[in-house]
């Protein structure tokens, strides 16, 4: 075989061998950190159980524990993932991410309401907005790694969707006169 043909196969290789992993928020990263690292980082989680709330600066913050109801493939007190509400909406280049790495979607039902989300699987992150403003941030687990919690993953999407349900309005009410 030719020297660049050789060279080129293990440049090949290599670059596919990289391991692709869970976007990070302050250190922690879904499937790899746990409830104890979160209590290191922010000194909280330590008295709930299942899911964890909390605010920090600008942000009200939710963490998804791994449990036996919601994902036995993992450790328990494993991080599923994490929500970032912000309570200043900002645009996606604010936040320094590059807007081709994500797929974008209209995350509402019914649809057409001005939402539009964003899904990056290669780095496990979700990006809601209304009107163009990014309001919330979701990190979950890399396309790759969410085999080990499948019903949890199941419809990554989910995590951004927003239903607005359908009321029907009732404007008179008829009853049997006896």
Known sequence: MKPAIKTLLLVLVIVTAQRVEAEEWRGLAPLKSTRADVMRVFNECKDQQGSCEFAIDNEDITIEFAGVQN?????????????RDLRHETTLEALGFDKHRFKSFDPSTPQKLGYRAFIDDQAGLLL?????????????AT??????CPNYYSDPRAFVEVFLPHFQIVNSVECPQN
């Open 71 to 83: 994902c036995a493939g993992v450790p328990v007190d494993t991080v599923l993932s994490i929500q």
């Open 128 to 140: 809601k907005s209304l009107r163009g403003q990014i309001f919330q941030i979701n990190y979950i």
């Open 143 to 148: 396309e790759k790694e969410r085999s080990a």
